[in-house]
Nanobody
Framework: QVQLVESGGGLVQAGGSLRLSCEAS????????MGWYRQAPGKERELVAI??????TNYADSVKGRFTISRNNVKKVYLRMNSLKPEDTAVYYC??????????WGQGTQVTVSS
């Protein structure tokens, strides 16, 4: 089992920045990939960015050049969000995938970008 706790969401004006944090606990030695997803009202949950255990990253086209995912150890992952837009408004979820492919989610943190 892995537990994920997000923090850092909030309200920001368009063009501003936020940093989300996610800390994992439990069976962290088995975590392979960590990432961030988001879900806006009335929309499906979508990938924002992921980072593998060896540091490889992948981003949604909509956030490339504005968001940066980083991981300072096996259990903490961050999402630096710059040049935020109103369309970035969503609940952001931390995700962890273990080496045996089991999948875990955090409870989510709200990000609201005002125009």
């Amino acid at each position: 089992q892995v537990q994920l706790v997000e923090s850092g969401g909030g309200l920001v004006q368009a063009g501003g920045s936020l940093r989300l944090s996610c800390e994992a606990s439990g069976n962290i030695i088995s975590i392979n990939v960590m990432g961030w997803y988001r879900q806006a009202p009335g929309k499906e949950r979508e990938l924002v960015a992921i980072i593998t255990r060896d540091g490889s990253t992948n981003y949604a086209d909509s956030v490339k050049g504005r968001f940066t995912i980083s991981r300072n150890n096996v259990k903490k992952v961050y999402l630096r969000m710059n040049s935020l837009k109103p369309e970035d408004t969503a609940v952001y979820y931390c995700n962890a995938i273990l080496t045996d492919t089991r999948n875990y989610w955090g409870q989510g943190t709200q990000v609201t970008v005002s125009s």
